[in-house]
């Protein structure tokens, strides 16, 4: 029993520390994604039933398989929309954050009491390496960011998935059975609880090949017989590589709303990761967090030319990982398992080029290098305890400021725009939320800075919707802003202000008698946009919104055939995720207006389907029936357009 009271007493330790400084960041509010993914809680009518959780499940299109238990999750905060305070979810994300805490610790000691020369020094070692990632102010923007749970719980099953595996490991010699069904679990089962948190949780498969390959294998008496090395380990991590090639084309095919190609994002992530190394090891309190589209696209090799240095240091850091590997083996795991950690979303996935939750797991044997460097100096105590005292009180402290910067959701979106002004989003939402307060002034204020930085259409957009708040939108301000349409290549992040933008023209009174001539202006401008032509994604967008606009104008002919071209754009089922719901929800907007012309553009949808999709399942068929066969009436949005 006395053995287990300095570990314990260490990692009780870690726990009321961090649980302390993140207090302040309780008490902040929802940002970004939060909105888009949570308000699917409406769906389960502020109660629970199985009913309402199936539909609440179908909604998810957070990724290919919804990401179920991140979802669920979800539930244990709220089971509505709009919620009464923000604070239960954060609570939960600070629970979660401290488990992950706990775990890191008994692996770490672990994975050091693998060595003989350091297992008598295991636990501070361990309590240095866990400490200096659990109170990293880098990842206050994870943990406090509500819907980056979907972050934190693949990180979650990851750290059982090691545990797991390596206690079936060690029982190998002994009981070989129920060594190969932890091992099993271990790599199969927690990779799937892993990839229902969120897709990327597959490559706990190669981060146990590698825990196996590069310390298990070499600190064990015993060694992994071939055939469930080869069954259990590397026959998953062969499927997923095919799988990877298998989905390379979908994959990528969403490159054609972003404003960079597969080549200049592969080359900006060079940046991205040493820009993330560089937080990680010269920590700030406040850094972009969710303000990252002002990120410099590298164009080529020398523009700009960190790009180039940049590469070449990913590449030496891996190649001093791998060639020695075997004289530093924790350094070497170190810096592959970090790697590894960003091999989806840091690589070819047309993704966001930066966002700091990505570091979450990759980062957890981050500060392993510090143990081991202290661990040199055991025999000065002074220095082997004082420096990583002084390392952890810095952290904590930085820690401690952001966490009261995220406590605030005015003070973090309006510090965070006057630090990168390069961000429009930080000055776009800044200035959402000084509206939202009834602000008006300065709201326009935050926008007239963000349009000197940025020609981003958002930002114009919003600033004649505050002009409308305050009865001061001309009719010259929606030409002008027309004329910069004209000029300017739209871009995914514009959609959404685009789509509110043109609704409330023909919704609000303050935009007098030309709202509606103007609707439609804006409409024909964003198809003759650069944008219309190049993405697939821009032209679902413009016939559902042209959709919508033309029916509440009570133009239901074109309505309907707005609605139906956007099938035409869609390849299949299976490469469209959301096209289902999108299908469901015009049926259902349009029998709002004529229950005929519904059901006319439900028989179309079907029989499209049937003609021109391989992969036509009765289950959208059959939920199309059900419209066809229900002439009531639904009130639904289109949740593709959120």
């Not at 790599?187 to 706990?204: D, P, Q, T």
């Not at 060694?223 to 499927?239: C, E, F, G, T």
């Not at 996935?349 to 500060?367: K, S, T």
């Not at 630090?419 to 602000?439: C, D, H, I, V």
């Amino acid at each position: 029993m006395n053995s287990y009271i300095k570990p314990i007493f260490l990692c009780s330790l870690i726990v009321l520390i961090v649980a302390f400084v993140y207090l302040p960041a309780l008490s902040g509010g929802f940002i970004f994604d939060d909105f888009n993914n949570l308000n699917l809680l409406a769906f389960m009518q502020g109660e629970f039933s199985w009913e309402h959780l199936q539909t609440y499940l179908a909604s998810q299109k957070s990724g290919p398989v919804g990401r179920p238990i991140a979802s669920l999750s979800f539930l244990l905060d709220a089971m509505n929309w709009p919620v009464e305070s923000e604070r239960p979810f954060k609570v939960t994300n600070l629970i979660i954050h401290l488990i992950n805490t706990v775990l890191l610790f008994v692996l770490l000691v672990k994975l050091f009491g693998l060595f003989e020369a350091k297992k008598q020094h295991r636990y501070w070692l361990a309590f240095i390496a866990c400490f200096l990632w659990a109170v990293h102010p880098f990842f206050v923007s994870t943990t406090m960011y509500v819907v980056q749970r979907m972050a934190m719980l693949p990180a979650t099953f990851t750290l059982i998935g090691m545990l797991v595996y390596i206690k079936g490991r060690t029982m190998l010699p002994n009981k070989p059975m129920t060594s190969l069904l932890l091992m099993v679990f271990g790599v199969w089962g927690c990779s799937l609880l892993a990839i229902l948190s969120k897709e990327n949780g597959v490559l706990l498969l190669v981060h146990i090949w590698l825990l196996e390959y590069l310390l298990l294998r070499k600190q064990l008496a015993n060694p992994l017989p071939k055939k469930p090395y080869y069954i259990i380990i590397v026959m998953p991590v062969v499927a997923l590589l095919c799988a990877l090639v298998y989905k390379l084309p979908d994959h990528i095919s969403y490159y054609d709303v972003r404003n960079f190609d597969m080549y200049e994002r592969l080359l900006t992530q060079s940046r991205m990761m040493f820009k993330y190394l560089y937080y990680l090891w010269v920590p700030d309190y406040l850094t972009e967090g969710v303000f990252n589209d002002g990120i410099v696209i590298s164009k080529s090799l020398m523009q700009p030319v960190t790009t180039l240095f940049s590469l070449f240091g990913v590449v030496l850091l891996l190649v001093t990982a791998w060639v020695f590997r075997i004289k530093w083996p924790l350094f070497a795991f170190a810096v592959l398992f970090y790697f590894i950690g960003h091999a989806l979303e840091s690589t070819y996935l047309p993704l966001e080029l930066y966002f700091e939750h990505r570091n979450y797991l990759p980062a957890m044997f981050m500060f392993v290098p510090v143990s081991l460097l202290m661990f040199k100096l055991r025999n000065q105590p002074k220095l082997y305890y004082t420096i990583p005292c002084i390392l952890i009180l810095f952290l904590t402290f930085l820690t401690f400021l952001r966490a009261n910067v995220w406590g605030n959701n005015l003070m973090l979106h309006y510090e965070t725009a006057q630090k990168y002004p390069e961000s429009a989003r930080a000055a776009n939402m800044t200035a959402s939320l000084f509206a939202w307060e009834g602000q008006y002034d300065k709201a326009l204020e935050m926008l007239d800075y963000g349009i000197q930085n940025h020609p981003k259409i958002q930002l114009r957009l919003n600033k004649v919707a505050v002009l409308c708040e305050l009865n001061r939108v001309k009719e010259v301000d929606l030409k002008n802003v027309i004329i910069d349409i004209k000029k300017t290549d739209l871009v995914k992040d514009d959609l959404t202000a685009y789509r509110d933008f043109v609704r409330n023209l023909i919704q609000r009174d303050c935009y007098n008698n030309y709202g509606e001539a103007y609707a439609q202006k804006f409409l024909d401008a964003f198809k003759n946009n650069n944008l219309f032509n190049a993405s697939q994604t821009a032209r679902k967008f413009y016939y559902f919104q042209n959709a919508t606009i033309q029916a509440k104008l009570f133009k239901l002919q074109a309505s309907l055939e707005s609605f139906k071209s956007i099938i035409s754009e869609v390849d299949g089922l299976a490469d469209d995720p959301v096209f289902e719901s999108t299908a469901l929800s015009a049926v259902d907007y349009l029998k709002q207006f004529d229950v005929d012309k519904g059901v006319e553009l439900a028989e179309y949808y079907k029989n499209y389907c049937l003609q021109n999709f391989t992969d036509c399942d009765s289950i959208f068929l059959n939920k199309l029936r059900e419209k066809i066969e229900n002439e009531g009436k639904n009130n639904t949005d289109n949740p593709s357009q959120k």
